[in-house]
């Protein structure tokens, strides 16, 4: 994804703007339906491209969460904010979506990882990455260089960086979502880490030398 | 004294405060005599920072045709 002009920040709605926002969507009006697309949409799209990696999938997605939304708008009881409520749709479908087009092999993410000798010490020590990456995160250039190594993760492991590291949802809920347990979610984030590590490391050691 | 397989096994928890404090100590004994293994811990610490700050904070604007899209599938379902 390259670096595009930013969406205008959502107007904030106070918890009694939301209410009759709620109310006027439940109530099946059309300008509120346009509103809640206008604040949302841009976040919720955003984010279906990145947990999809495709545009076309992301537009589908998109579509499907938003009516379903509208669809289901009488069973939202506030608990949460709108925002999370449709986050959570978002997600829901976009997981759906990748299941359901997971048809070929998952390639290993082995080959990502450390590699040790017998004696368990690493068999290629680290070595800090100094200032290029510490300013990093500044840099457009570099942050399209991390999107891209995310998108070269296996997928199960891209998603689950994805779902806790970037839409910070905790370990249970990512584990419920993507029907697998506790201790799968942890074992899969800790190895997409290491594995975008290794893919920035080649990076970083080249701007070393 | 653990090893560097067992040390990278445990980063994610050793970050979390999650580790007991022999493990902890443990921990703290290997990284001291191994600057490989620090540089590996900050590496990993980096990686966490960049991932997050890759797709910033303000998303970009969603194409206008997808929003007409999105309102004309609500029209038809309704």
Known sequence: ?209 | MITCRELIDFIARYLENDLSPEERSKFDRHLAGCPPCLSYIENYRQTIVLSKAAFGEAPPPMPEDLVKAILAARRKAT
Not at chain 1, 30 to 47: D, I, K, S, T
């Open chain 1, 1 to 209: 994804m390259s670096a595009q002009k930013s969406a205008p920040t959502p107007r904030r709605r106070g918890p009694t703007g939301e209410e009759a926002l709620v109310a006027r969507l439940r109530a099946g009006d059309e300008q509120a339906f346009e509103e809640l697309v206008n604040e949302h949409g841009p976040r919720l799209y955003a984010m279906a491209r990145r947990l999809l990696a495709s545009d076309e999938d992301a537009r589908d997605v998109l579509q499907e969460a938003f009516l379903a939304a509208f669809r289901s708008i009488h069973r939202f009881e506030g608990a949460s904010t709108l925002s999370t409520w449709l986050h959570r749709i978002v997600i829901n479908a976009a997981i759906t979506r990748l299941r359901q087009r997971r048809r070929s092999e998952e390639r290993s993410i082995e080959d990502l990882l450390p590699s040790f000798r017998d004696d368990g010490h690493g068999a290629e020590p680290a070595i800090e990455w100094g200032e290029t990456a510490r300013s990093a995160p500044e840099r457009e250039e570099t942050r399209e260089l991390v999107r891209r190594s995310i998108d070269l993760l296996p997928e199960s492991y891209r998603t689950v960086l994805l779902l806790r590291d970037i839409e910070q949802l905790d370990t249970a809920e990512t584990a419920r979502l993507l029907d697998v347990n506790v201790n799968t979610v942890k074992v899969r984030l800790h190895r997409a880490r290491q594995a975008l590590r290794s893919l920035l490391d080649v990076r970083f050691r080249e701007s070393l030398s």
